[in-house]
């Protein structure tokens, strides 16, 4: 007769081992696994966490050897005083708004072209997530080859549609120009993210809604408006509050770009305090910067969490 | 409307969800307009009281 497997693992293992494996309930072994990764959890995010917000409170700059001083509030005030980080916030407002405008516009447009049965349609799906493949840091570099005035290829495409000199406008290095640079490129890169997104929330639909609504001789345009709209809708708040969170939060593409410039234009609420921490080593300041864009993540990653909990439920 | 007022008075998750959820995007705009320095302010007041109430409330019944 065969043993099972089990039967012949446990006769394998020593019996000293047995025994002491015997001794421990079901919830000690289960955290014997979780320990590390809850220990791992604590060191990586949560110590690191308290200790910026400590650090928010008090005058620490990481560049000089002194005491601490607990300072309150007044970091927190000087932040939430200063116009020249408003100055940033309506910087990242825009990129925000803009980038999030045009990446659902043009992505949901695409997920509903290829969601159509055509020929070549999975070649053409690989070619639009293409740049979403690629790193920023790329991204950033080759763009800004094409943004160049003498030789960039944007340059000389939109010379031959407007009947400019190609060398008469500079994206980068006009204060006009410049924050719609860093749209066009964001845009272009996470553009096929949301329309993967509308993708797997056009072909959640059922055909049988479709099919219900040809018999009730419901128009194309109401189908769309009453059917396709309402049931997208969930996945593309999901696209909207991802793409919001992440580009909250946009540093490396930018800073390969335009470095924040020209002027402070560009300088999106990361770069600055990327400089106010490493660049003026104003610590505790920059932790108290840090802990207000925190909270401001945290608070659309909780709608994210729930918006996802609502698509699940589907 | 009147159903949202009584879900909030009856201390149910999903008025109360609501009310956070507006709270965070209030704030957020708040953080990021174009109009009055005194919204940019008081803007991150009121995303903590929002993300706080969301944590709190998401361990309420439904």
Not at chain 2, 36 to 62: D, N, P, Q, R
Request: hydrophobic share 55%.
């Amino acid at each position: 007769m065969t043993d099972s497997l089990d039967t012949r693992a446990a006769a394998a293992t020593p019996v000293r081992v047995a025994r002491e494996i015997r001794g421990l309930s079901d919830r000690a072994i289960a955290w014997i696994f979780v320990a590390p990764t809850i220990f791992l959890l604590l060191a990586i995010n949560i110590f690191p966490l308290i200790w910026t917000i400590r650090l928010s409170f008090t005058n620490f700059k990481a560049n000089r050897n002194r005491d601490l001083e607990w300072v309150g509030l007044r970091n927190y005030e000087r932040i939430l005083g200063d116009s020249d980080i408003w100055l940033n916030m309506q910087a990242t407002a825009h990129f925000l708004f803009w980038t999030i405008f045009f990446q659902v516009l043009i992505g949901f447009t695409l997920a509903y072209l290829i969601n159509k049965k055509f020929k070549g349609n999975d070649l053409w799906t690989t070619i639009i997530v293409l740049p979403m493949m690629l790193s920023p840091a790329v991204v950033g570099n080759f763009w800004k080859f094409l943004y160049q005035p003498q030789i960039g290829l944007f340059n000389y495409v939109i010379a031959f549609f407007t009947g400019k000199e190609p060398s008469s406008f500079e994206m980068l290095g006009s204060v006009n120009l410049a924050p719609w640079s860093i749209v066009i490129v964001d845009t272009w890169m996470w553009t096929p993210f949301v329309m993967l997104i509308c993708l797997a929330g056009l072909r959640s639909i059922p055909d049988y809604i479709y099919e219900a609504a040809e018999v009730d001789r419901a128009s194309k345009l109401r189908q769309f408006f009453t059917i396709t709209i309402p049931m997208v809708l969930p996945f593309l708040m999901l696209a909207v509050l991802f793409r919001g969170i992440e580009n909250f939060k946009m540093f490396d593409l930018v800073v390969q770009l335009t470095g924040g410039g020209p002027g402070s234009i560009t300088e999106l609420t990361s770069i600055n305090l990327k400089r106010e921490a490493f660049e003026k080593w104003r610590t505790g300041y920059a932790s108290a910067y840090a802990i207000i864009l925190f909270v401001t993540v945290f608070g659309l990653a909780s709608i994210y969490v729930k918006a996802l909990n609502k698509v699940k439920e589907r | 409307m009147s159903n949202f007022f009584t879900g909030l008075l009856r201390l149910k998750r999903g008025p109360w969800e609501m009310l956070a959820t507006i709270l965070i995007g209030l704030g957020v705009v708040m953080l990021m307009q174009p109009f009055a320095l005194w919204l940019y302010t008081y803007s991150f007041v009121v995303t903590l009281a929002g993300t706080v109430m969301f944590i709190i409330v998401s361990h309420f019944k439904e």
